[in-house]
């Protein structure tokens, strides 16, 4: 059973020479942390938004068709589908108030209100025998419709109805 350590009962802490300390614990443990040789990593800043290379080529190859230096994939977020909110792609021009981002050569654009939707998501372009599209994979969704298209999270449900899948 551990003690509950009061003023009167801490026991005097010792330097790493065996000396007593002349200052306050917090002078000892300073003085601890500035002789480690390994200086504490950097916080890693978490990926706002990625994109897989498939999708970023496919990206890359929707621009070239359009031939507008000025266009970029803008990713967003609206109400509807099965789950109650869906992805959405086009290619757009930036707008006041977009985050825009460098993906892999591929300008992307997110509005304000889809950012925290899609915050941490990541982008990939699939193509097989049942078809071919893009996907996003997102953190935020607690639950997706069998399409993938429609998403629910855990704090904004959005107005659910038929997206026309199926599912």
Known sequence: MSQKRTPSTRQSIQAP????????????????????????????????????????????????????????????????????LQ???????????????????????VDELSAAYLAGSAIDYVDSLMGAGFTVSNPNAVSTCGCGHSFKTAGDAGQARACGCGH
Do not use: I, N
């Open 17 to 84: 020479s065996g000396e007593p300390s002349a200052g306050s614990e917090d002078a000892y443990f300073e003085g601890l942390l500035a002789d480690c040789a390994t200086p504490p990593a950097a916080p890693v800043a978490p990926t706002f938004l990625s994109l897989s290379t498939p999708a970023a080529d496919k990206v890359r190859a929707l621009l070239a068709q359009e031939a507008d230096s000025a266009l970029g994939l803008r990713v967003f977020v609206a109400g509807g589908g099965c789950s109650g």
């Open 87 to 109: 992805y959405g792609m086009t290619l757009d021009e930036g707008q006041e108030g977009d985050t825009v981002l460098e993906l892999a050569g591929v300008r992307v654009l």
